[in-house]
């Protein structure tokens, strides 16, 4: 394009980001000047909403020492992936995880510190798909009746959720 003598013109661009970051041009060349010192720079800061997680419970009521399966549905408002999902549910005195212990779902990378009866879930990594949501089971067992709820679910992007899910 052509400059005008002694002027200016813009040039736009349409673009996307899915994390903040800083923008540096090219140096500025002509036909007939030298070319600039350096190029333009700026940051585009993304900001995503907070994920949100719930909880619930399989069967429910279960009989004393049976089985149940802890659904915590992760979900993402974010048009991007979000990494790093992790959040932490410590159970009333009475709930454990079963012996042998069992984890499922269906979110991207997860990593978890629970082991067979004990009394705590965390999940340490995970992903949650763009605009959309997964899941994380464990299998739960219980001698009484108590409420249960979960810590608020933090990513490496977005904000922290509001609050965590409870059953």
């Given at each position: 394009?052509?400059?005008?003598?002694?002027?200016?013109?813009?040039?736009?661009?349409?673009?996307?980001?899915?994390?903040?970051?800083?923008?540096?041009?090219?140096?500025l060349?002509?036909?007939?000047?030298?070319?600039?010192?350096?190029?333009?720079?700026?940051?585009?800061?993304?900001n995503?909403?907070?994920?949100?997680?719930?909880?619930?419970?399989?069967?429910?009521?279960?009989?004393?020492?049976?089985?149940?399966?802890?659904?915590?549905?992760?979900?993402?408002?974010?048009?991007?992936?979000?990494?790093?999902?992790?959040?932490?549910?410590?159970?009333?005195?009475?709930?454990?995880?079963?012996?042998?212990?069992?984890?499922?779902?269906?979110?991207?990378?997860?990593?978890?510190?629970?082991?067979?009866?004990?009394?705590?879930?965390?999940?340490?990594?995970?992903?949650?798909?763009a605009?959309?949501?997964?899941?994380?089971?464990?299998?739960?067992?219980?001698?009484?009746?108590?409420?249960?709820?979960?810590?608020?679910?933090?990513?490496?992007?977005?904000?922290?959720?509001?609050?965590?899910?409870?059953?």
């Amino acid at each position: 394009g052509d400059i005008p003598a002694s002027g200016s013109c813009t040039v736009t661009v349409d673009v996307t980001a899915t994390a903040t970051g800083v923008n540096t041009t090219g140096v500025l060349a002509t036909n007939e000047a030298p070319n600039s010192a350096a190029g333009g720079s700026d940051t585009l800061t993304v900001n995503y909403a907070a994920p949100s997680i719930t909880k619930a419970f399989g069967a429910n009521p279960i009989a004393p020492g049976a089985t149940s399966t802890v659904t915590f549905t992760l979900t993402n408002p974010n048009a991007a992936l979000l990494t790093g999902a992790n959040f932490t549910d410590t159970y009333p005195a009475t709930m454990v995880n079963t012996t042998p212990l069992v984890v499922g779902g269906t979110c991207a990378n997860v990593t978890h510190t629970a082991v067979a009866g004990g009394n705590t879930f965390n999940l340490t990594a995970g992903d949650i798909p763009a605009s959309g949501s997964c899941t994380v089971t464990v299998d739960v067992t219980a001698t009484a009746t108590g409420v249960n709820t979960t810590g608020v679910l933090a990513t490496n992007e977005a904000p922290n959720s509001a609050a965590g899910g409870s059953d």
